[in-house]
């Protein structure tokens, strides 16, 4: 039953680290009086029977239901912290209680179909039911005053992504949102402030957060799509810069404030004995959220950097900037002087007037010339222009398009299959000539397609023979892209004959489940492999956990993956190791759904030591790992990574 409940073959040995324990993040909370904790509890007791009430005699309004959120965050705030001790000052007693007071009062509204808060200017507390995990998770509104309900003339919106905190609970978030207006507040425009999965530098389950809560505010306030701001600062400059740099035509403008650009130079590495470089294929995964590779996609965007003259952190947007000085490019960035990591008073008018210039302007829908950079086809769309194919994964793709009057004119590299969609122009663009040659042009309501015949392109898109598995957007690895959306894990019912392998699983399915909520703020949905449904291989990547003899979904579908798994062994690009002491992970398309991932044995890969550094906080695994357990799981690793590498773009390994 459910719980709510590459192109190359890396071949090198990954030791894991001594024994080792590291801070944990988020930290123990303080003790609290009993008697705040027995009455809390029967706060959150009443409240949940309310909200089940309320869900019942709501099964017939679907619409209803899910605005449900805005009343379940107040009890998963209080509940959270009291089930995981997770009170950091024994003030925040009091705003527990008021946080409960709030959702009785919204849940009684809720009942009457009056639900004031919809009306409300000011603070206003929102939360939606994510995709990923089912879990609630809460945004923050800063409503114009002037704004009333039935007003429906688009606005700007900024998000505004917090900086680190490793405190910041659902509990402490809500309270804030309540009553702290933040950074910047623009006259007449909207401002959503991002939980983004609370302290993860909005990446991966984070990054999806902003658009999660960018759907949801949609549903109750006018929003001007063509003029969102994205903005931060620290750790939220970081995840403004990777925004910036990966949705650059989302964004009438960016701005950044200190934080990180990438990993390798501001985490210092390879400067001294104490920070080593990483292995060869973590250093590849850098490229996913290393906003440096990809600052020529600001030339769609307007970027406005800020830095604090004496702010360490002062780095990111030097790096940024030396990055796109070989691009080409510049951006205005404004330094506080004699200012250390904070915003300068006179600098916040400057930024601000650079800003709302860009955002008054708003974006273009369908600009003329689209400049893409990408990595990876976990980013493969920049305004009109999509990549739904590579020549090899991870090495740098570059593709310019230009509207004429009566064609589309595109450079590429690295690239074998697109398609354009511009909004308006569509098949009154006669022609289009890639790479020098014109192709003619098939227009249907997905655009016109294009992919590589050899070495020359063609119209239409890629057609491979029956049985044959493409790399494309949506659905091309690493282990990490698989926790981007709805996902389920899979428990085995059977038992293994290895020991060591089924206390390996065991173990590490507790900790992802565990890790899940620390990091991401839900709880994963769990099944056993004699409960998956039609629904779940439909609708979810499944991770499923144990080995061909423990997990039935394995065994199902083992023939069909590029793994042999036996009592003889286990292997994977013809290599082969023992069985009894090395269990593999891997990421793989679905063989009974292919537009569903399937993963063996693992939760997302970066582990409890990257917690402590946002930077840190990138993809360990690439597509496939072997694991020597005879080495115990770590705070880095899940034992000894003794070979490692990616899939090439039909989903192959590569064979040394």
């Given amino acids: 039953m459910k719980k709510l409940l590459c192109a190359c073959l890396i071949a090198t040995s990954c030791p894991a680290a001594e024994p080792q324990t590291v801070r944990r993040v988020p930290p123990p909370g303080v003790a609290i009086p009993e008697k705040d904790r027995s009455d809390l509890a029967a706060g959150v007791e009443s409240l949940a029977k309310r909200i089940a009430s309320l869900r019942s005699s709501l099964i017939t309004r679907p619409q209803a239901v899910a605005q449900l959120p805005d009343v379940q965050i107040f009890h998963k705030a209080v509940d959270w912290a009291l089930r995981y001790d997770e009170f950091f000052d024994t003030k925040q007693v009091a705003v527990a209680k008021n946080l409960l007071e709030i959702g009785r009062r919204r849940a009684e509204e809720f009942s009457t179909g009056k639900t004031s808060w919809d009306a409300s200017t000011g603070l206003v507390v929102r939360a939606y039911c994510s995709k990923i995990d089912g879990s609630i998770q809460p945004y923050g509104m800063i409503v114009p005053d002037d704004w009333k309900p039935g007003d429906t003339k688009p606005r700007?919106?900024?998000?505004?992504?917090?900086?680190?905190?490793?405190?910041?609970?659902?509990?402490?978030?809500?309270?804030?949102?309540m009553t702290n207006r933040g950074e910047f507040t623009p006259p007449g425009a909207f401002v959503l402030h991002l939980y983004g999965r609370y302290c993860c530098a909005n990446k991966f389950a984070g990054e999806i957060d902003l658009f999660e809560a960018l759907e949801d505010a949609r549903k109750h306030y006018p929003i001007d799509m063509d003029r969102l701001v994205v903005r931060g600062f620290s750790m939220g400059g970081g995840s403004t810069w990777q925004f910036a740099t990966h949705f650059a035509s989302h964004w009438a403008a960016a701005a950044p404030g200190a934080g990180f650009g990438e990993s390798k130079e501001?985490?210092?590495?390879?400067?001294?004995?104490?920070?080593?470089?990483?292995?060869?294929?973590?250093?590849?995964?850098w490229r996913w959220y290393d906003s440096t590779l990809s600052a020529a996609n600001l030339a769609n965007c307007t970027t406005v950097a800020y830095s604090g003259e004496k702010d360490g952190q002062k780095q990111a947007a030097d790096i940024m900037i030396r990055y796109?000085?070989?691009?080409?490019?510049?951006?205005?960035?404004?330094?506080?002087?004699?200012?250390?990591?904070?915003?300068?008073?006179?600098?916040?008018?400057?930024?601000?007037?650079?800003?709302?210039a860009a955002a008054e302007k708003g974006r273009d829908p369908e600009p003329k010339k689209v400049r893409f950079t990408t990595y990876t086809l976990v980013y493969p769309r920049m305004a009109w222009v999509e990549i739904e194919g590579l020549a090899k994964h991870w090495e740098r793709a570059d593709l310019t398009a230009e509207?004429?009057?009566?064609?589309?004119?595109?450079?590429?590299?690295?690239?074998?299959?697109?398609?354009?969609?511009?909004?308006?122009?569509?098949p009154a663009l006669k022609k289009v000539v890639l790479d020098g040659q014109e192709v003619p042009a098939a227009w249907s309501k997905d655009g016109a397609r294009f992919h590589?015949?050899?070495?020359?392109?063609?119209?239409?898109?890629?057609?491979?023979?029956?049985?044959?598995?493409?790399?494309r957007p949506g659905l091309c690895g690493p282990i990490d892209h698989a926790f981007m959306d709805s996902f389920i894990f899979v428990a085995p019912t059977g038992r293994s004959t290895n020991k060591a392998i089924e206390d390996w699983t065991k173990s590490e399915l507790e900790r992802a489940i565990v890790q899940w909520r620390q990091v991401f703020r839900g709880d994963a949905r769990v099944t056993r492999d004699t409960s998956v449904t039609p629904a779940d291989i439909t609708g979810s990547n499944l991770i499923l956990w144990g080995d061909p003899n423990s997990n039935a979904m394995i065994r199902r579908i083992l023939d069909k993956l590029p793994l042999k798994w036996d009592i003889r062994g286990v292997?994977?690009?013809?290599?082969?190791?023992?069985?009894?002491?090395?269990?593999?992970?891997?990421?793989?398309?679905?063989?009974?759904?292919?537009?569903?991932?399937?993963?063996?044995?693992?939760?997302?890969?970066?582990?409890?030591?990257?917690?402590?550094?946002?930077?840190?906080?990138?993809?360990?695994?690439?597509?496939?790992?072997?694991v020597d357990l005879k080495t115990p799981p770590d705070a880095n690793w899940p034992g000894k990574i003794v070979e490692t590498g990616f899939f090439d773009e039909r989903w192959k390994p590569i064979v040394r």
């Fill in 571 to 626: 292997s994977i690009g013809g290599q082969s190791y023992d069985v009894k002491t090395h269990a593999p992970i891997l990421i793989f398309p679905n063989p009974l759904n292919p537009d569903r991932y399937v993963v063996i044995n693992s939760g997302f890969t970066f582990r409890e030591a990257a917690a402590l550094n946002n930077a840190q906080q990138t993809p360990k695994l690439p597509d496939w790992a072997i």
């Fill in 156 to 177: 700007r919106l900024d998000f505004w992504c917090h900086g680190r905190g490793e405190k910041l609970s659902e509990l402490d978030f809500l309270n804030q949102r």
């Fill in 452 to 471: 590589m015949e050899g070495a020359r392109w063609a119209a239409g898109p890629v057609a491979p023979p029956k049985g044959t598995l493409l790399k």
């Fill in 403 to 426: 509207l004429a009057a009566d064609r589309i004119v595109a450079k590429t590299r690295n690239v074998t299959a697109v398609r354009f969609d511009p909004p308006s122009a569509g």
């Fill in 266 to 285: 501001f985490l210092k590495l390879g400067t001294a004995p104490d920070r080593p470089m990483p292995p060869e294929w973590e250093q590849t995964l």
């Fill in 324 to 356: 796109l000085a070989e691009e080409g490019l510049t951006i205005p960035h404004i330094i506080g002087p004699d200012t250390g990591h904070k915003y300068h008073p006179d600098a916040k008018p400057k930024i601000e007037e650079l800003v709302t």
